[in-house]
């Protein structure tokens, strides 16, 4: 993936750029600083996981073993709770089954590997070599990649600022698209 978000960089001939990802995104990120340190201005680390415990660990890799087990579709419904608050879903109904049939029409295979590749990374015995200005930001209630991950995060990154944001789970970008925005601009411009 790393790879990847260099052979995009090529091909649009940007020299540096700040880089954001939430989720998995946010693991690729740090990676791809690590890989390509003179490409990167800075970073948005944006509900990730790092310093997972056995039990993390174990409770991620759960979920990847019910989707093979039951299937995609019905393991999914249960994340809906872990990903939007409860207002959100209530209240945004259709852009929930959007995000749900998003990825359920992704090829099962494809998506089952990206699952586990999040479940397994482990960013923690490196974090410290990342110098990068970075934020580091999540939902005060994102069970996933909770305050408490995201705090060691921070800690570990020598140049990070902390953001939780308060009464959000995982879902940031769907949620609090503007804030998360914000947040993001604000950082990229100090």
Aim: net charge neutral; with cysteine; aromatic share 6%.
């Amino acid at each position: 993936m790393v790879a990847d978000l260099e052979g995009i960089r090529e091909r649009t001939g940007i020299e540096q750029a700040h880089f954001a990802g939430h989720s998995l995104g946010g693991m690729i990120g740090p990676a791809y600083a690590r890989k390509y340190s003179d490409r990167v201005l800075s970073l948005g680390v944006l509900s990730t996981a790092a310093f997972r415990t056995q039990d993390d660990s174990e409770k991620v890799m759960g979920v990847v073993k019910a989707m093979v087990k039951d299937g995609i579709p019905k393991i999914l419904r249960t994340l809906t709770d872990r990903w939007f608050t409860d207002s959100f879903i209530k209240e945004n109904k259709q852009i929930i089954e959007d995000r749900l049939k998003q990825v359920i029409d992704t090829n099962p295979d494809v998506f089952l590997n990206v699952f586990r590749i999040y479940a397994s990374v482990e960013m923690s015995p490196w974090l410290h070599e990342i110098n990068h200005p970075s934020l580091v930001l999540t939902g005060e209630n994102d069970g996933g990649c909770n305050p408490r991950l995201n705090q060691q995060i921070a800690d570990a990154m020598p140049n990070s600022e902390l953001v939780i944001l308060k009464n959000y789970k995982h879902s940031l970008l769907l949620e609090a698209g503007e804030l998360v925005a914000k947040h993001l601009v604000r950082f990229m411009l100090k």
